[in-house]
């Protein structure tokens, strides 16, 4: 039976990013506990369960991003009875390198505060999957679902991402550093990437111990997470990589979504188009979309590629 808490409430809509750093400080204390992690980030406990999700995060990606303008955990928290620690950071894009992130988890390991639960998952996207992966070593047997996570950013080791030129010169060689390392005592790890994204396919390559299992996501693009969300699938991966039960039947089924999703039919409009190789693949594709609604892009390509012989059987 689920420990659902209907006590934990919140509205964080139409706050300036001060007001909304308070408010979000103010529901935290009155639900577990805040406090200030070095300089740039900020620890945050909702207490609601003996589940708990740790998520790495920044102020401006919850607030563009989720659609209840409060950080991920915070939604299961509501509606699963989960505990929800968030590690906050003030930049837009932050791999959580600071020497006071890690006296935090070495406190958190001193305390043996990850013993209190029963399931314990780490989980972010592209930085932020970075961190959930290298901070998991804090907590033996959890559970690891990353999206787009680097690998490192270390010169020495990944000198083929330029991507993020101001993180070259963040230390990735001392603790908590090489994230495929720092898994190696989680219990079971997920990595999802596009592969057509050159750069996250080979940060997913380093990843390769037994625990880990991939999941690839062609032609969403670089900012997967957020597909996912749209799509409306990724709350269901996360409470179905909490259990364990995230497998690649379940993965498949989800990630038949993209079907419907036009962001993705758009890039995979545009990849066939450029391509030129399979033109009754476009084709097909055009057709579908058209026949789920007005789709004007879809529907003149339709025609031209009708007009230049291309043919389709009703079958």
Known sequence: MKDIVPTFSFDLDGLSRSAWTNKIEQ??????????????????????????????????????????????GWAFAQQRGWSSLTLLADAETDWFRHPA????????????????????????????GYAAAAFSVAAPDAHVLAIQPQATLDPARARWDRR????RRLDFSSRFGFAPMMVETAAQVWVVHDPSVIEDGMHASLFD????????????????????QQMGVLHEMIEAAMDGTLNGRLFDQLWRARQSYLPYLRT?????????????????????VIEEGNRPMFAERLAELRADGVTLSDA
């Open 101 to 128: 992130v890690f006296g935090y988890f070495d406190r958190l390991i001193d305390d043996g505060f990850f013993d209190d639960f029963d399931n314990v998952l780490f989980y972010g996207a592209g930085a932020s």
């Open 164 to 167: 993020f030129p101001e993180a």
């Open 27 to 72: 529901i935290t204390e009155d639900n577990g506990d805040a406090e200030p992690v070095g300089p740039d980030h900020r620890a945050l406990f909702v207490d609601a369960g003996r589940t708990l999700i740790v998520t790495f995060e920044t102020i401006a990606g919850i607030r563009k991003n989720q659609p209840n303008n409060a950080p991920i």
């Open 268 to 288: 995979l409009f545009f990849r066939l188009d450029a391509e030129g190789e399979h033109p009754q693949l476009l084709a097909r594709l055009c057709r579908a």
């Open 209 to 228: 111990a037994d625990n880990i299992t991939h999941f690839t996501t062609p032609y969403l693009g670089p900012h997967a997470e957020i597909g996912l």
